[in-house]
């Protein structure tokens, strides 16, 4: 058996001002996004933005619920409504940022398997890349295609 290595790119920023413009504001709307989680039991707020094509901007934030796992990630949220409202139109960008008791984290917070799988099917759906923007107190990470964070991902084949 051979070894196969794999690569990824990070792009890493100190603070906002180091982001393209359009970047800056799509991670301040998921800033903003935090504010509406409902996360009574974990305290841990995630806000998701999600920038269409069309130049649209839906939101999303984690919801919980007593009946674990009942609830939803916020990227999913953003994700399913920016589909469903707009079946058509491929996303751009998601930015991602969290709080825990109402203060933002020091270190990024990434998507989960189950929400990183949802981006991959948006990014094949439409055919193209989804950046993606993490973001926290200390840094700003992205990539440029779900792909980096999903490397050996699950793909269905279509014919």
């Known amino acids: 058996m051979k070894e196969k290595k794999l690569e990824i790119t990070v792009y890493e920023a100190d603070n906002v001002k180091e982001l393209a413009p359009a970047d800056s504001a799509l991670l301040h709307e998921a800033i903003n996004a935090t504010k509406n989680a409902y996360a009574p039991y974990s305290k841990f707020n995630v806000g998701a933005a999600v920038l269409l094509d069309n130049g649209e901007i839906i939101h999303g934030s984690n919801q919980e619920n007593a009946a674990y796992p009942s ?78 964070l999903l490397p050996l991902s699950f793909v269905l084949k279509r014919e």
């Open 71 to 148: 609830g939803l990630c916020a990227e999913r949220v953003a994700l399913f409504y920016a589909n469903s409202r707009y079946p058509n139109v491929a996303i751009k960008a998601i930015a991602v940022n969290s709080t825990v008791n109402g203060k933002e984290n020091h270190d990024p917070v990434y998507p989960c398997g189950d929400c990183r799988q949802v981006l991959l099917e948006c990014e094949n759906r439409f055919g193209k890349p989804i950046k993606v923007i993490m973001g926290s107190a200390s840094k700003i990470q992205a990539v440029r295609s779900i792909k980096d």
